[in-house]
């Protein structure tokens, strides 16, 4: 069965620096979406980066980048230059294939928190 | 604007109230899902819809109901809510297409049953 790990629960960093949250997946098929979200205290989901399992390059959005490891099944999200606004909850989740008929459910890890100090 | 809206957005019942939480998304989207969000487990599926009239359960149905007479419009129902259920729920829609990496969120509703 697809599964996320987030094995950090708790995460520190200090203000300007870089921060990498872990994240694991497991999945049999070769078709698949990774996805993380930022979630800050008022509770919204903040979506934040993409990868697909056929994407040659490691996508990046600003100060994100995902570190893609396929073989190793790992995709753990990169942030530089952390802000004190960075601070929150984030989650990393994998999207079925489609052909699975359960409307593209996202799988999702336990979340990090990250708290970053000035 | 693109968006998911839900209300409302924060709820205390008492336990055996029937209540429902309205979606709504302006995207056209076929694609709706409920989910509910419990501290260390993650957001887990509740239900969710392919399309209008076509809902399935997810990974966490009981005690929940939906409907889709509409496209647009995805409730979730609690016929009678327990303490259990007190959690944060989010409606998510995305399109039918099968493109990975579009899923639109609602801001979330906040539950609470006594």
């Known amino acids: 069965a697809q599964k996320i790990t987030q094995t950090q629960p708790g995460m520190f960093v200090q203000e300007k620096e870089a921060v990498t949250l872990d994240c694991t997946y497991d999945?049999?098929?070769?078709?698949?979406?990774l996805f993380w979200y930022k979630q800050p205290s008022s509770g919204e989901m903040i979506f934040l980066i993409y990868?697909?399992?056929?994407?040659?390059q490691n996508a990046t959005e600003g100060r994100y980048s995902l570190n893609f490891q396929k073989a190793r099944k790992s995709a753990n999200l990169v942030i530089s230059a952390s802000q004190l606004g960075d601070s929150a909850m984030y989650f990393c989740a994998m999207r079925e294939p489609l052909i699975y008929n359960q409307g593209g459910k996202l799988i999702f890890g336990q979340g990090t928190e990250l708290s970053v100090k000035p | 604007e693109a968006q998911v809206t839900q209300n409302p957005r924060y709820l205390i019942t008492v336990t055996g109230k029937k209540l429902t939480v309205t979606c709504s998304q302006n995207m056209n989207h076929e694609y709706m899902s409920w989910y509910r969000q419990d501290p260390g487990l993650g957001l887990r599926q509740i239900y969710y819809s392919m399309n209008v009239e076509v809902t399935d359960k997810g990974d966490v149905p009981e005690g929940y109901k939906v409907s889709r007479k509409e496209k647009r419009n995805f409730p979730l129902i609690l016929e009678s809510p327990s303490p259990n259920q007190t959690s944060l729920y989010f409606c998510?829609?995305?399109?039918?297409?099968?493109?990975?990496?579009?899923?639109?969120f609602g801001p979330g509703t906040r539950l609470t049953v006594l």
């Open positions: 999945t049999s098929d070769p078709s698949y979406g």
């Open positions: 998510a829609s995305s399109p039918g297409t099968p493109s990975y990496n579009e899923q639109f």
């Open positions: 990868q697909g399992s056929y994407d040659q």
